[in-house]
């Protein structure tokens, strides 16, 4: 299903472009600006890697911080998981009220977002293309599924 990697390629794309660091992730709730700072910047200069090398370098930024951050970070990832089976789920009910051509276009979407050698940058492109090449009434129908 392509809402995971299209979250975290969304999320990259919007620091790159609006030049903003988001709020931090709840792992770092409290923590100090500089190890913020620090991870935002990871993030920001992630758009060159590919999903596996984002998540290696998260892991290996995230165990040289304190056990407060590792624990919460150990929380965050089984929290994200299952979200992401919530996801799947709901992309599923979705997708039985999809028309023939948002079916087809889901699975094009879906095929980026899962390529794993991708790089977010890569896989932003790809998916604002496609969406863009697709007719208004197929993009709102699949936009429209994915707001809720």
Not at 18 to 46: D, H, I, K, R, W
Not at 116 to 133: E, F, N, P, V
Request: net charge negative.
């Amino acid at each position: 299903m392509f809402f995971k990697p299209l979250f975290v390629v969304l999320a990259v794309t919007a620091c790159v472009v609006y030049s903003q660091a988001p709020p931090p992730p709840p792992f770092l709730v409290g923590a100090p600006a500089s190890t913020v700072n620090e991870f935002n910047q990871l993030l920001a200069t992630s758009g060159g890697l590919t999903d596996p090398q984002i998540d290696a370098a998260v892991d290996a930024w995230v165990a040289k911080q304190s056990d407060d951050i590792k624990s919460k970070h150990e929380q965050f990832k089984q929290e994200k998981n299952k979200q992401q089976e919530a996801a799947k789920a709901a992309h599923a009910a979705a997708l039985a009220n999809f028309s023939p051509e948002a079916k087809d276009a889901d699975a094009k979407l879906s095929a980026i977002a899962d390529n794993l050698s991708l790089t977010a940058q890569d896989k932003s492109q790809q998916i604002q293309q496609l969406l863009g090449s697709l007719p208004a009434n197929v993009r709102q129908e699949i936009e429209a599924s994915m707001q809720g």
